[in-house]
């Protein structure tokens, strides 16, 4: 006789995209979790393995845990991936094979007779928002009054600042704006980023004099 073995973990919101399950960061529920056979025991999911269907799934609950009952064998464990997420963790391809719609990271475990794997858990992160307007500063006191006119058609750019001191070096422009946007009609602007440390800077224009932000 056997028993079932048990393999559980946490799918968590990866705040900093460092991968690593802090304790601190969220769960996310309502992501599906699938076990499929690993009939040729690689440690990767093949589209055939993938085809003949998962043979487990749970759905996390609302603290982000789920658990899988599967009877002793050889497993890919993946997660079903959801629409503006990027996944961090595991940081492997072992489910890129199987499926689009499947993350590529996964766990490859071996289930024996009452075993329990814990702590297998994915983590997956958003992109944040920056945001702002680009105005013309009237009296110049640097402040936005509300009153003052945007103005449309300047380049706002986002660097990766990589050392983390807060200020843009010059091997952190020439790496490149992990992100750009020309302000609207109204002046305002919005950067799409992955969690991390930047500098937010304007691309000047001839006739003008920056009051805002004054560093």
Avoid: H, R
């Avoid at 599906?32 to 990767?44: C, F, L, P, R, S």
């Avoid at 814990?118 to 009054?145: C, I, L, M």
């Amino acid at each position: 006789n056997y028993q079932q073995g048990t393999k559980s973990g946490t799918k968590f919101e990866d705040d900093n995209a460092d991968g690593v399950f802090d304790g601190t960061e969220s769960g996310l529920s309502g992501w599906t979790i699938e076990a499929y056979e690993d009939t040729d025991a690689d440690g990767v999911l093949s589209a055939g393995e993938y085809g003949a269907g998962a043979v487990a799934n749970a759905v996390t609950d609302g603290s982000g845990d789920y658990s899988l009952s599967l009877d002793p064998g050889d497993y890919l464990v993946c997660e079903v991936s959801q629409v503006g997420y990027t996944q961090s963790a595991p940081a492997n391809t072992l489910c890129q094979a199987g499926s689009a719609t499947l993350a590529d990271g996964g766990f490859a475990v071996t289930i024996t007779s009452g075993s329990s794997e814990p702590d297998n858990d994915f983590g997956n992160y958003q992109p944040g928002t920056k945001s702002g307007t680009k105005f013309e500063d009237d009296n110049a006191d640097g402040v936005f009054d509300g009153t003052e006119s945007g103005l449309s058609g300047w380049t706002i750019e986002a660097y990766e600042d990589t050392d983390a001191d807060g200020v843009l070096s010059a091997v952190e422009y020439g790496a490149g704006a992990a992100a750009s946007e020309p302000t609207d009609g109204s002046g305002d602007y919005s950067l799409s980023l992955d969690p991390g440390d930047y500098l937010v800077c304007e691309v000047s224009q001839g006739g003008y004099t920056q009051s805002a932000p004054s560093n």
